[in-house]
């Protein structure tokens, strides 16, 4: 008996296989691009230079105050600081510099940059 599909058994197996391989893989990314765009930081971030502070939009969650090692790394480039932070899931900020006034960009470069910061990664 041969099958109808592709001429032989082995295109038929290698055809089902191909297929199923590519939902499984349609489903993972799919799935995890759901998750991804469901995983959305609601808080108020406010800088300082000794701490970091943290209003969350849940009035029933209180402010946490952070330091400063609780971001990993930056990055800047022309347009943005990169901030990685120390939580899980990762969750990487991005401060669009065109927001931030010329006093706030010195100092976000002054604070990023102290040898005692895990965000330099330099020192």
């Known amino acids: ?27 993972v990314y799919l799935g995890s691009h759901w998750q991804r765009r469901k995983q959305v930081f609601q808080a108020m971030v406010e800088f300082q230079p000794t701490r970091i502070l943290v209003h969350y939009d849940n009035p029933d969650r209180p402010a946490e105050t952070k330091n400063w090692s609780w971001i990993l790394t930056s990055e800047e480039n022309e347009a943005y600081f990169f901030l990685l932070i120390q939580r899980l899931p990762r969750l990487e900020m991005r401060l669009p510099k065109n927001t931030l006034t010329p006093e706030e960009v010195v100092a976000f470069r002054t604070w990023l940059a102290q040898p005692n910061s895990p965000a330099n990664p330099i020192a």
Do not use: D, E
Request: overall charge positive.
């Open 1 to 27: 008996m041969r099958p109808a599909l592709v001429g032989s058994f082995w295109g038929t197996w290698f055809t089902y296989s191909a297929g199923f391989c590519g939902l499984g893989y349609a489903m």
